[in-house]
């Protein structure tokens, strides 16, 4: 079974900055995209930001011009570069792949917390 294991996140004071990473322990095929999710207490997870296949991005209102995705598809991992982080950005952060066939791989998160 394939995981997605997860690194870099920490506690970093606001404004600072965090890269996380997210590999595969295995080889997945035909991926479609890969995205980031985050989830903070109490509230709902929601998606952060996204790369397609064909390399196209997209990203919530609230993280645009502050995080950018990147991956390297050879490799199956995937990063999101988060700067001048805001105290609203903790939550624990949870990677999937989503392969063309339906099949979603999730991370088991890994905790960004923004000191104020």
């Known amino acids: 079974q394939v995981q997605l294991v997860e690194s870099g996140g920490g506690l970093v004071q606001n404004g600072g900055s965090l890269r996380l990473s997210c590999a595969a322990s295995?080889?997945?095929?035909?991926?479609?995209?890969m995205s980031w999710y985050r989830q903070a207490p109490g509230k709902q997870r929601e998606l952060v930001a996204t790369?397609?296949?064909?390399?196209?991005?997209s990203y919530a209102d609230s993280v645009k011009g502050r995080f950018t995705i990147s991956n390297n598809n050879a490799k199956n991992t995937v990063y999101l570069q988060m700067n001048s982080l805001k105290p609203e950005d903790t939550a624990v952060y949870y990677c999937?792949?989503?392969?063309?066939?339906?099949?979603?791989?999730w991370g088991q998160g890994t905790q960004v917390t923004v000191s104020s």
């Open positions: 790369i397609t296949s064909g390399g196209s991005t």
């Open positions: 295995g080889i997945i095929f035909n991926i479609n995209a």
């Open positions: 999937n792949f989503h392969a063309v066939i339906g099949v979603n791989y």
